[in-house]
């Protein structure tokens, strides 16, 4: 089993920043893909950011250019830092993790953007 904690979440101005983080534990060993989706309320869940074990970074277009994923493969942590964020940006974002043909998910964070 692997666990996923997020934190950094919360109310935001637009304009403003954030940066949130994602700590996986457990059995990570082989974790490959890690990343980010979020969700906003009505909404489906949409894919953010993801980042490979080597690497790799791909993003959507309403992160492209604003979001910078990143991640700390020694702690087995990803992170999101998000700059220029727009009310629309207004979501739960969950942190998700790959091993194999497994995906785990974090139990989400708030980010709130409003003046």
């Known amino acids: 089993q692997v666990q996923l904690v997020e934190s950094g979440g919360g109310l935001v101005q637009p304009g403003g920043s954030l940066r949130l983080s994602c700590a996986a534990s457990g059995s990570v060993l082989g974790m490959n893909v890690m990343g980010w989706y979020r969700q906003a309320p009505g909404k489906e869940r949409d894919l953010v950011a993801f980042?490979?074990?080597?690497?790799?970074?791909m993003y959507r277009d309403p992160a492209k250019g604003r979001f910078t994923i990143s991640r700390d493969n020694a702690k087995n942590i990803v992170y999101l830092q998000m700059n220029s964020l727009k009310p629309d940006d207004t979501a739960s974002y969950y942190c998700y993790a790959n091993i194999g043909a497994l995906i785990y998910w974090g139990q989400g964070t708030q980010v709130t953007v409003s003046s």
């Open positions: 980042i490979t074990s080597g690497g790799t970074t």
